[in-house]
């Protein structure tokens, strides 16, 4: 699979990234973390701009895992219309928790996302409990924004494990985590759904600067998709 995912921040790099045929276009905020939160109302902007264009996500923040605020973040970020929620499930005894009180919204037909972390002990048990209580996939990023990238902290042996176990439980599976156009061929093998990108798309892999329509041009071409 070649399919890409882009995180974007406002309604300027929505525009410019549509123009390049993402599979997602992903809505967050870099500089509040690795799942940082846009607003409801530019979610909202987002969703109408792209019009169905293109699916889209949205992230409910770097919240701590307590279910009821949880709970309550992904019925905001849904309300925007947007496709998916991605959540982020950070190593705590009450990751189980959460991910049981969120079935119900999954059974009202919200298409939540659950994001490990690479560099912060996933436990990939929990796929089966996101498979369990409905969710529609689960994705790997890195937490830490800090020069070390998806494959500085787990081995391919293992990223393909997290792929396997995902799809034997009928989820869609992302990989992400400050990749890089050189990880590419090394990850399309082991047939991620999706392969999700915001520092790569960014001027000098910063992915706090603006979009580098250069960079994303090149990326198209490790992922064969021009
Ligand atoms: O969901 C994907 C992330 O936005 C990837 O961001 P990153 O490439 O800066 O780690």
Redesign the pocket.
């Known amino acids: 699979m070649n399919r890409w995912?882009a995180?974007v921040r406002n309604l300027e790099e929505v525009s410019s990234l549509l123009a390049e045929g993402p599979d997602i276009i992903?809505l967050?905020e870099?500089k509040e973390g690795a799942l940082g939160a846009l607003s409801s109302e530019t979610i909202c902007q987002a969703v109408a701009l792209i019009g169905g264009r293109c699916p889209t996500s949205a992230t409910i923040g770097d919240l701590p895992m307590e279910p009821a605020p949880i709970c309550h973040a992904v019925e905001q970020i849904a309300a925007t219309g947007v496709n998916y929620v991605k959540i982020g499930l950070f190593p705590d005894d009450r990751v189980p928790d959460c991910l049981i009180a969120l079935q119900p919204l999954a059974v009202q037909g919200i298409s939540l996302v659950g994001v490990m972390f690479a560099d912060k002990r996933p436990d990939f048990s929990w796929i089966s409990l996101m498979e369990k209580v409905g969710f529609t996939g689960a994705m790997l990023?890195?937490a830490a924004?800090d020069g070390h990238n998806l494959l500085s902290h787990l081995s391919l042996a293992e990223l393909s494990g997290f792929v396997q176990t995902a799809r034997s439980g009928g989820l869609v599976s992302g990989l992400?985590?400050?990749?890089s156009f050189e990880d590419i061929p090394k990850l399309l093998p082991l047939g991620a759904d999706y392969l999700?990108?915001?520092?790569?798309l960014c001027c000098a892999g910063q992915?706090q600067s603006s979009l580098d329509p250069k960079a994303i041009a090149l990326l198209k071409r490790a992922l064969n998709r021009r």
């Open positions: 995912l995180s992903d967050k870099p990023d890195t924004k992400a985590g400050s990749l999700g990108f915001r520092s790569a992915r």
